[in-house]
Protein backbone atom coordinates (compact mmCIF):
# COMPACT_ATOMS: atom_id res chain seq x y z
CA UNK A 1 0.00 0.00 0.00
CA UNK A 2 1.38 3.31 -0.53
CA UNK A 3 2.20 6.35 1.70
CA UNK A 4 -1.41 7.97 1.08
CA UNK A 5 -3.34 5.15 1.66
CA UNK A 6 -1.02 4.18 4.80
CA UNK A 7 -1.46 7.77 6.48
CA UNK A 8 -5.18 7.80 5.74
CA UNK A 9 -5.51 4.45 7.07
CA UNK A 10 -3.45 5.68 10.36
CA UNK A 11 -5.75 8.82 10.50
CA UNK A 12 -8.52 7.08 10.50
CA UNK A 13 -7.77 4.82 13.10
CA UNK A 14 -6.79 7.77 15.46
CA UNK A 15 -9.73 10.11 14.79
CA UNK A 16 -10.60 12.12 11.35
CA UNK A 17 -8.28 11.94 8.31
CA UNK A 18 -6.95 14.70 6.71
CA UNK A 19 -9.39 13.86 3.88
CA UNK A 20 -12.13 13.70 6.02
CA UNK A 21 -11.27 17.36 7.76
CA UNK A 22 -10.88 18.73 4.24
CA UNK A 23 -14.33 17.42 3.62
CA UNK A 24 -15.51 19.17 6.63
CA UNK A 25 -13.92 22.35 5.20
CA UNK A 26 -15.60 21.81 1.80
CA UNK A 27 -19.21 21.27 2.85
CA UNK A 28 -18.53 24.72 5.48
CA UNK A 29 -18.33 26.25 2.34
CA UNK A 30 -20.81 24.81 0.12
CA UNK A 31 -23.51 24.99 2.65
CA UNK A 32 -22.47 28.85 3.97
CA UNK A 33 -22.73 29.57 0.40
CA UNK A 34 -26.13 28.56 -0.26
CA UNK A 35 -27.47 29.79 3.45
CA UNK A 36 -26.38 33.73 2.44
CA UNK A 37 -28.19 33.60 0.05
CA UNK A 38 -31.27 32.18 1.63
CA UNK A 39 -32.20 35.65 2.96
CA UNK A 40 -31.10 37.81 0.81
CA UNK A 41 -32.92 36.98 -2.25
CA UNK A 42 -36.66 37.54 -1.60
CA UNK A 43 -35.48 40.92 -1.02
CA UNK A 44 -32.93 41.07 -4.38
CA UNK A 45 -35.87 40.28 -6.55
CA UNK A 46 -37.65 42.98 -5.05
CA UNK A 47 -35.30 45.15 -5.50
CA UNK A 48 -35.17 44.01 -9.32
CA UNK A 49 -39.34 44.71 -9.53
CA UNK A 50 -40.42 41.62 -8.54
CA UNK A 51 -43.64 41.57 -7.27
CA UNK A 52 -44.56 40.42 -3.15
CA UNK A 53 -46.02 36.70 -4.63
CA UNK A 54 -42.72 36.11 -6.70
CA UNK A 55 -40.69 37.09 -4.12
CA UNK A 56 -41.50 34.65 -2.04
CA UNK A 57 -41.54 32.02 -5.12
CA UNK A 58 -38.02 32.98 -5.82
CA UNK A 59 -37.55 32.10 -2.04
CA UNK A 60 -38.94 28.59 -2.53
CA UNK A 61 -38.00 27.08 -6.14
CA UNK A 62 -34.30 26.30 -4.97
CA UNK A 63 -35.78 23.37 -2.17
CA UNK A 64 -38.24 22.68 -4.92
CA UNK A 65 -35.71 21.94 -7.10
CA UNK A 66 -33.29 20.16 -4.73
CA UNK A 67 -36.20 17.97 -3.79
CA UNK A 68 -36.92 16.79 -7.06
CA UNK A 69 -32.61 16.63 -7.60
CA UNK A 70 -32.17 14.54 -4.49
CA UNK A 71 -33.30 10.98 -5.25
CA UNK A 72 -31.17 10.65 -8.55
CA UNK A 73 -28.16 12.20 -6.09
CA UNK A 74 -28.61 9.51 -3.71
CA UNK A 75 -29.07 7.06 -6.16
CA UNK A 76 -25.71 8.13 -8.19
CA UNK A 77 -23.83 8.54 -5.04
CA UNK A 78 -24.21 4.93 -4.06
CA UNK A 79 -22.54 3.30 -7.74
CA UNK A 80 -20.72 5.94 -9.05
CA UNK A 81 -17.57 8.02 -7.51
CA UNK A 82 -18.54 10.67 -5.66
CA UNK A 83 -15.36 13.35 -6.29
CA UNK A 84 -17.25 14.19 -9.73
CA UNK A 85 -20.66 14.65 -8.76
CA UNK A 86 -19.66 16.85 -5.94
CA UNK A 87 -17.00 18.30 -8.35
CA UNK A 88 -19.68 19.05 -10.88
CA UNK A 89 -22.69 19.93 -8.01
CA UNK A 90 -20.25 22.45 -6.34
CA UNK A 91 -19.27 24.24 -10.02
CA UNK A 92 -23.02 24.52 -10.48
CA UNK A 93 -23.61 26.38 -6.99
CA UNK A 94 -20.53 28.54 -7.81
CA UNK A 95 -21.84 29.52 -11.50
CA UNK A 96 -25.62 30.29 -10.39
CA UNK A 97 -24.87 32.12 -6.58
CA UNK A 98 -21.91 34.22 -8.64
CA UNK A 99 -24.67 35.60 -11.79
CA UNK A 100 -26.75 36.53 -9.06
CA UNK A 101 -24.95 39.56 -8.75
CA UNK A 102 -25.28 40.12 -12.50
CA UNK A 103 -28.80 39.50 -12.63
CA UNK A 104 -31.00 42.31 -14.03
CA UNK A 105 -34.48 40.57 -13.90
CA UNK A 106 -35.95 38.38 -11.89
CA UNK A 107 -36.89 36.17 -14.17
CA UNK A 108 -33.37 35.39 -14.33
CA UNK A 109 -33.05 35.14 -10.75
CA UNK A 110 -36.06 32.30 -10.79
CA UNK A 111 -34.11 30.86 -13.52
CA UNK A 112 -30.36 30.86 -11.38
CA UNK A 113 -32.76 29.41 -8.55
CA UNK A 114 -33.25 26.73 -10.25
CA UNK A 115 -29.47 26.27 -11.02
CA UNK A 116 -28.67 26.60 -7.68
CA UNK A 117 -31.21 23.84 -6.27
CA UNK A 118 -29.52 21.33 -8.79
CA UNK A 119 -25.98 21.78 -6.95
CA UNK A 120 -27.03 22.33 -3.72
CA UNK A 121 -28.80 19.03 -3.92
CA UNK A 122 -25.51 17.14 -5.62
CA UNK A 123 -23.45 18.63 -2.98
CA UNK A 124 -24.96 17.63 0.31
CA UNK A 125 -26.21 13.70 -1.29
CA UNK A 126 -22.60 13.73 -2.37
CA UNK A 127 -20.60 15.06 -0.01
CA UNK A 128 -21.96 13.51 3.12
CA UNK A 129 -22.11 9.94 1.69
CA UNK A 130 -18.40 10.49 0.36
CA UNK A 131 -17.22 11.64 4.22
CA UNK A 132 -19.06 8.57 5.64
CA UNK A 133 -17.00 6.69 3.32
CA UNK A 134 -13.65 8.36 5.01
CA UNK A 135 -15.34 7.14 8.49
CA UNK A 136 -14.28 3.67 10.62
CA UNK A 137 -17.73 1.93 11.31
CA UNK A 138 -16.83 2.30 15.22
CA UNK A 139 -17.16 6.23 14.35
CA UNK A 140 -19.68 6.81 11.87
CA UNK A 141 -21.81 8.49 15.00
CA UNK A 142 -19.02 11.22 15.72
CA UNK A 143 -18.21 11.75 12.33
CA UNK A 144 -21.25 12.65 11.22
CA UNK A 145 -21.90 14.55 14.16
CA UNK A 146 -18.90 16.81 13.44
CA UNK A 147 -20.47 16.69 9.76
CA UNK A 148 -23.74 17.69 11.08
CA UNK A 149 -22.49 20.44 13.45
CA UNK A 150 -20.37 22.26 10.32
CA UNK A 151 -23.75 22.00 8.14
CA UNK A 152 -24.96 23.37 11.16
CA UNK A 153 -22.59 25.98 11.60
CA UNK A 154 -22.47 26.82 8.01
CA UNK A 155 -26.30 27.35 8.31
CA UNK A 156 -25.38 29.95 10.91
CA UNK A 157 -22.46 32.01 9.51
CA UNK A 158 -23.89 32.23 6.23
CA UNK A 159 -26.77 34.27 7.04
CA UNK A 160 -25.10 36.24 9.64
CA UNK A 161 -22.03 37.04 6.53
CA UNK A 162 -24.60 37.60 4.32
CA UNK A 163 -26.77 40.20 6.12
CA UNK A 164 -23.50 41.94 7.21
CA UNK A 165 -21.77 42.50 3.82
CA UNK A 166 -25.49 43.78 2.56
CA UNK A 167 -26.27 46.16 5.22
CA UNK A 168 -22.64 47.27 4.68
CA UNK A 169 -22.01 47.20 0.33
CA UNK A 170 -25.25 45.78 -0.46
CA UNK A 171 -27.11 43.15 -2.29
CA UNK A 172 -24.76 42.32 -5.05
CA UNK A 173 -21.24 42.21 -3.18
CA UNK A 174 -22.58 39.78 -1.05
CA UNK A 175 -24.10 37.47 -3.64
CA UNK A 176 -20.64 37.49 -5.21
CA UNK A 177 -19.22 36.67 -1.90
CA UNK A 178 -21.37 33.45 -1.92
CA UNK A 179 -20.54 32.93 -5.51
CA UNK A 180 -16.84 33.06 -3.67
CA UNK A 181 -17.52 30.51 -1.11
CA UNK A 182 -19.11 27.75 -3.40
CA UNK A 183 -15.96 28.19 -5.79
CA UNK A 184 -13.52 27.36 -2.41
CA UNK A 185 -15.62 24.19 -2.03
CA UNK A 186 -14.77 23.35 -5.68
CA UNK A 187 -10.99 23.68 -4.57
CA UNK A 188 -11.25 22.43 -1.83
CA UNK A 189 -12.42 18.72 -2.99
CA UNK A 190 -9.68 18.21 -5.37
CA UNK A 191 -7.08 18.22 -1.96
CA UNK A 192 -9.21 14.97 -1.19
CA UNK A 193 -7.07 12.52 -1.62
CA UNK A 194 -9.75 9.35 -1.59
CA UNK A 195 -12.18 9.66 -4.80
CA UNK A 196 -14.74 8.16 -2.81
CA UNK A 197 -15.69 5.03 -4.74
CA UNK A 198 -19.10 3.50 -4.39
CA UNK A 199 -19.02 1.02 -0.88
CA UNK A 200 -20.17 -2.00 -3.15
CA UNK A 201 -16.88 -1.74 -5.49
CA UNK A 202 -15.15 -2.20 -2.42
CA UNK A 203 -14.23 1.01 -0.89
CA UNK A 204 -12.17 0.79 2.27
CA UNK A 205 -14.94 2.85 4.82
CA UNK A 206 -17.74 1.35 2.55
CA UNK A 207 -16.80 -2.38 3.51
CA UNK A 208 -15.86 -2.22 6.73
CA UNK A 209 -19.23 -3.55 7.94
CA UNK A 210 -18.89 -6.38 5.28
CA UNK A 211 -15.54 -7.27 6.25
CA UNK A 212 -16.41 -8.66 9.59
CA UNK A 213 -19.28 -10.37 8.06
CA UNK A 214 -17.09 -12.06 5.12
CA UNK A 215 -14.46 -12.99 7.69
CA UNK A 216 -16.89 -14.70 10.06
CA UNK A 217 -17.45 -16.65 6.72
CA UNK A 218 -14.14 -16.91 6.24
CA UNK A 219 -13.77 -19.25 9.47
CA UNK A 220 -16.67 -21.17 9.02
CA UNK A 221 -15.58 -22.27 6.04
CA UNK A 222 -12.46 -23.30 7.47
CA UNK A 223 -14.02 -25.18 9.97
CA UNK A 224 -16.26 -27.11 7.51
CA UNK A 225 -15.27 -27.66 4.31
CA UNK A 226 -19.07 -27.82 3.24
CA UNK A 227 -19.86 -24.32 4.29
CA UNK A 228 -16.87 -22.89 1.94
CA UNK A 229 -19.14 -22.69 -1.43
CA UNK A 230 -21.96 -20.61 0.50
CA UNK A 231 -19.54 -18.33 2.15
CA UNK A 232 -17.81 -17.66 -1.18
CA UNK A 233 -21.56 -17.35 -3.05
CA UNK A 234 -22.80 -15.21 -0.18
CA UNK A 235 -19.34 -12.87 -0.43
CA UNK A 236 -19.82 -12.31 -4.00
CA UNK A 237 -23.80 -11.20 -3.18
CA UNK A 238 -22.55 -9.10 0.08
CA UNK A 239 -19.66 -7.26 -2.85
CA UNK A 240 -21.92 -7.03 -5.67
CA UNK A 241 -25.55 -6.22 -4.33
CA UNK A 242 -28.26 -6.08 -6.78
CA UNK A 243 -30.11 -2.26 -7.04
CA UNK A 244 -32.59 -0.67 -8.07
CA UNK A 245 -33.73 2.88 -8.27
CA UNK A 246 -35.43 4.36 -5.01
CA UNK A 247 -36.97 7.62 -4.51
CA UNK A 248 -36.27 7.45 -0.58
CA UNK A 249 -34.99 5.12 2.31
CA UNK A 250 -38.06 3.95 4.07
CA UNK A 251 -35.87 2.95 6.98
CA UNK A 252 -34.52 6.35 7.44
CA UNK A 253 -38.34 8.52 6.70
CA UNK A 254 -38.73 8.47 10.27
CA UNK A 255 -35.29 10.35 11.23
CA UNK A 256 -36.20 12.60 8.33
CA UNK A 257 -39.46 13.96 9.30
CA UNK A 258 -37.61 14.39 12.93
CA UNK A 259 -35.38 16.33 11.54
CA UNK A 260 -38.00 18.66 8.93
CA UNK A 261 -40.12 19.26 12.59
CA UNK A 262 -36.77 20.76 14.24
CA UNK A 263 -36.12 22.80 11.08
CA UNK A 264 -39.14 24.29 10.89
CA UNK A 265 -39.18 26.57 13.70
CA UNK A 266 -35.46 27.37 13.15
CA UNK A 267 -36.07 28.61 9.58
CA UNK A 268 -39.19 30.70 10.80
CA UNK A 269 -36.81 32.59 13.11
CA UNK A 270 -34.60 32.89 10.63
CA UNK A 271 -36.82 34.72 8.44
CA UNK A 272 -38.52 36.53 11.04
CA UNK A 273 -37.04 37.54 13.64
CA UNK A 274 -35.91 40.81 12.88
CA UNK A 275 -39.28 41.58 11.47
CA UNK A 276 -40.90 40.12 15.33
CA UNK A 277 -38.28 42.17 17.15
CA UNK A 278 -39.07 45.20 15.21
CA UNK A 279 -43.47 44.44 15.33
CA UNK A 280 -43.06 44.14 19.35
CA UNK A 281 -40.83 47.28 19.69
CA UNK A 282 -37.92 45.51 21.14
CA UNK A 283 -34.29 47.04 20.97
CA UNK A 284 -32.39 44.06 21.08
CA UNK A 285 -29.00 42.64 19.33
CA UNK A 286 -30.56 40.50 16.97
CA UNK A 287 -28.01 40.39 14.52
CA UNK A 288 -25.71 38.21 17.26
CA UNK A 289 -28.48 35.57 17.48
CA UNK A 290 -26.80 33.41 14.47
CA UNK A 291 -23.05 34.27 15.77
CA UNK A 292 -24.13 33.24 19.44
CA UNK A 293 -26.24 29.92 17.64
CA UNK A 294 -22.82 28.92 15.93
CA UNK A 295 -20.70 29.52 18.89
CA UNK A 296 -22.78 27.35 21.29
CA UNK A 297 -23.39 24.79 19.02
CA UNK A 298 -18.79 23.93 18.20
CA UNK A 299 -18.63 24.44 22.15
CA UNK A 300 -21.40 21.56 21.92
CA UNK A 301 -19.69 19.53 19.52
CA UNK A 302 -16.11 19.52 21.65
CA UNK A 303 -18.26 18.70 24.50
CA UNK A 304 -20.54 15.66 23.10
CA UNK A 305 -17.60 14.35 21.68
CA UNK A 306 -17.84 10.26 21.34
CA UNK A 307 -21.41 10.52 22.86
CA UNK A 308 -22.42 10.60 19.34
CA UNK A 309 -21.02 6.97 19.17
CA UNK A 310 -22.37 5.82 22.43
CA UNK A 311 -25.63 7.55 23.80
CA UNK A 312 -29.20 6.30 22.28
CA UNK A 313 -30.62 8.07 20.25
CA UNK A 314 -33.83 8.99 22.56
CA UNK A 315 -31.79 10.56 25.60
CA UNK A 316 -30.62 12.83 22.48
CA UNK A 317 -34.40 13.56 21.02
CA UNK A 318 -35.07 14.21 24.62
CA UNK A 319 -32.60 16.28 25.96
CA UNK A 320 -33.03 18.58 22.63
CA UNK A 321 -36.53 18.57 22.46
CA UNK A 322 -36.25 20.06 26.31
CA UNK A 323 -33.93 22.88 24.21
CA UNK A 324 -36.03 23.30 21.47
CA UNK A 325 -39.30 24.43 23.98
CA UNK A 326 -36.65 26.40 25.96
CA UNK A 327 -35.53 28.41 23.15
CA UNK A 328 -39.00 28.67 21.79
CA UNK A 329 -40.48 30.38 25.20
CA UNK A 330 -37.73 32.18 25.29
CA UNK A 331 -38.30 33.92 22.55
CA UNK A 332 -42.08 34.32 23.08
CA UNK A 333 -41.43 36.04 26.49
CA UNK A 334 -37.56 37.88 25.91
CA UNK A 335 -37.10 41.68 26.77
CA UNK A 336 -33.35 42.00 26.70
CA UNK A 337 -30.67 40.65 25.07
CA UNK A 338 -30.09 37.85 27.82
CA UNK A 339 -32.82 35.87 26.99
CA UNK A 340 -31.95 36.34 23.15
CA UNK A 341 -28.92 35.03 23.38
CA UNK A 342 -30.18 32.20 26.15
CA UNK A 343 -32.98 31.73 23.06
CA UNK A 344 -29.89 31.08 20.61
CA UNK A 345 -27.90 28.96 23.03
CA UNK A 346 -31.22 26.38 23.62
CA UNK A 347 -31.38 26.39 19.70
CA UNK A 348 -28.15 25.25 19.15
CA UNK A 349 -28.77 22.51 21.87
CA UNK A 350 -31.99 21.47 20.21
CA UNK A 351 -32.01 21.84 16.41
CA UNK A 352 -28.38 21.90 15.96
CA UNK A 353 -27.67 18.89 17.77
CA UNK A 354 -30.74 17.37 16.10
CA UNK A 355 -29.25 18.12 12.88
CA UNK A 356 -25.88 15.55 13.66
CA UNK A 357 -28.18 13.15 15.58
CA UNK A 358 -30.53 12.27 13.02
CA UNK A 359 -28.21 12.46 9.91
CA UNK A 360 -25.46 9.95 11.86
CA UNK A 361 -28.87 7.84 12.50
CA UNK A 362 -29.25 8.17 8.86
CA UNK A 363 -26.03 6.00 7.72
CA UNK A 364 -26.35 4.09 10.99
CA UNK A 365 -29.73 2.67 9.83
CA UNK A 366 -28.70 1.75 6.50
CA UNK A 367 -25.23 1.02 6.69
CA UNK A 368 -22.43 2.58 4.70
CA UNK A 369 -23.29 0.73 1.38
CA UNK A 370 -26.45 3.09 0.84
CA UNK A 371 -25.34 6.24 2.50
CA UNK A 372 -26.03 7.57 -0.78
CA UNK A 373 -30.13 6.81 -0.35
CA UNK A 374 -29.78 7.58 3.62
CA UNK A 375 -28.29 11.27 2.80
CA UNK A 376 -30.83 11.88 0.20
CA UNK A 377 -33.67 10.97 2.47
CA UNK A 378 -32.02 13.20 5.73
CA UNK A 379 -31.71 16.15 3.52
CA UNK A 380 -35.12 15.99 1.92
CA UNK A 381 -36.54 16.02 5.44
CA UNK A 382 -34.26 19.43 5.93
CA UNK A 383 -35.30 20.70 2.68
CA UNK A 384 -39.43 20.10 3.58
CA UNK A 385 -38.63 22.02 6.96
CA UNK A 386 -36.54 24.42 5.02
CA UNK A 387 -39.30 25.10 2.99
CA UNK A 388 -42.39 25.12 5.37
CA UNK A 389 -40.05 26.94 7.46
CA UNK A 390 -40.87 30.45 6.19
CA UNK A 391 -44.18 29.91 5.03
CA UNK A 392 -45.46 28.66 7.76
CA UNK A 393 -43.96 31.55 9.70
CA UNK A 394 -45.26 33.83 7.42
CA UNK A 395 -48.80 32.31 7.50
CA UNK A 396 -48.84 32.85 11.17
CA UNK A 397 -47.17 36.16 11.22
CA UNK A 398 -49.64 37.67 9.96
CA UNK A 399 -53.03 35.77 11.39
CA UNK A 400 -52.40 35.31 14.86
CA UNK A 401 -50.67 37.36 17.92
CA UNK A 402 -47.64 38.21 17.99
CA UNK A 403 -47.58 36.35 21.71
CA UNK A 404 -48.90 32.88 20.10
CA UNK A 405 -46.37 32.96 16.98
CA UNK A 406 -43.59 30.99 18.47
CA UNK A 407 -45.70 28.96 21.33
CA UNK A 408 -47.82 28.08 17.95
CA UNK A 409 -44.53 26.93 16.54
CA UNK A 410 -43.72 24.59 19.70
CA UNK A 411 -46.24 22.06 18.45
CA UNK A 412 -43.36 20.54 16.57
CA UNK A 413 -41.58 19.23 19.03
CA UNK A 414 -44.37 16.97 20.26
CA UNK A 415 -44.80 15.90 16.94
CA UNK A 416 -41.07 15.03 16.20
CA UNK A 417 -41.62 12.94 19.87
CA UNK A 418 -44.79 11.17 18.47
CA UNK A 419 -42.55 10.23 15.57
CA UNK A 420 -39.90 8.59 17.36
CA UNK A 421 -42.93 6.87 19.60
CA UNK A 422 -43.79 5.57 15.72
CA UNK A 423 -40.76 3.77 14.57
CA UNK A 424 -39.53 0.79 16.13
CA UNK A 425 -35.93 1.48 14.35
CA UNK A 426 -35.18 4.91 16.32
CA UNK A 427 -35.99 3.15 19.39
CA UNK A 428 -34.16 0.23 18.59
CA UNK A 429 -30.47 2.92 18.14
Keep these: MGRHGTAARDGRAQGLSRDARVMLAASFFYLGSTMLVNPLIAGFTGSLGGTAAFMGVVGGL?????????PMAGNLSDIVAKRGLATAGAVVLAVSTSLYAVAVDPVQVAVLRLVSGAGYALCSVCMSTWFAS???PARIGSGMGMFGMMNALGMAAGPAAGLAISGWLGYRPALAFGGIMAAATVVLVRFVGDPGKPAAAGSRAGSGLRDRAAAGMGREAGAGGAAGPHAQGARRRMAQPRRRFALVDMRVVPAALIVALF??????????????????????????FFPVYAVVLLALRFALKRRFDTVRFGPF???????????????????GDGALFAAAACMAGGYGVMCSVCQATAVRLVGPEHAGMANSTYYMGLDIGMALGPMIGGMLFGAVDLGLFYPVLAVTVPLALAVYACSRGLRAL
Design 62 to 70: MNVCSLAIR
Design 317 to 335: LLASSVCAVCALVLLAVMR
Design 134 to 136: LLP
Design 263 to 288: TVPYMATQSFLVSYVDARGLDLSVSL
